[in-house]
């Protein structure tokens, strides 16, 4: 029992290190990179196993980030998709070289080179020359970049 107890108490102290070094190193980065807010989370087994807040949400407002404060994706999710494409692709869905438009619902082009097709490889190195259509998302998300200065 006191075993148990023992290998109970120096997991809870290992969380509690690791908690705390995750803690630091983000709050460092943070300010090493002078960004305001961020959050953090670990997925495991599909589930959520961890999510914390760090800094400001809203500056002028001093409102804290929480797990619940919605950023906006932008770029970030190429990271995310990009991941997901590679995992498909090690499991032989599609080649590189194959054209995007053989698996897509709708089909994407160069306007300047429309019969040329947009390969897997070209999206994954951001190549494709495809644009963001302000048309659909104007609204949809924002109303274009946040009005406080990043600085």
Do not use: R
């Amino acid at each position: 029992m006191k075993t148990k107890l023992l290998l109970l108490l120096l997991a809870i102290c290992e969380i509690t290190n690791a908690q705390t070094a995750v803690d630091t190193y983000l709050q460092n980065y943070m300010t090493t990179n002078h960004i305001p807010g961020m959050s953090a989370c670990i997925v495991k087994n599909g589930k959520l196993a961890w999510a914390k807040g760090y800094g400001i949400a809203d500056i002028p407002l001093n409102k804290s980030v929480t797990v619940n404060t919605i950023f906006m994706l932008a770029s970030v999710s190429k990271t995310i998709t990009a991941d997901a494409l590679m995992n498909e692709w090690e499991c032989g869905a599609f080649q590189l070289t194959d054209a995007i438009n053989l698996d897509l619902p709708w089909n994407v082009h160069n306007p300047n080179y429309p019969s040329t097709p947009i390969t897997y490889a070209q999206i994954l190195t951001h190549t494709a020359s495809v644009q963001d259509n302000w048309s659909v998302l104007d609204g949809a998300l924002v109303n274009g970049d946040s009005p406080y200065a990043l600085g």
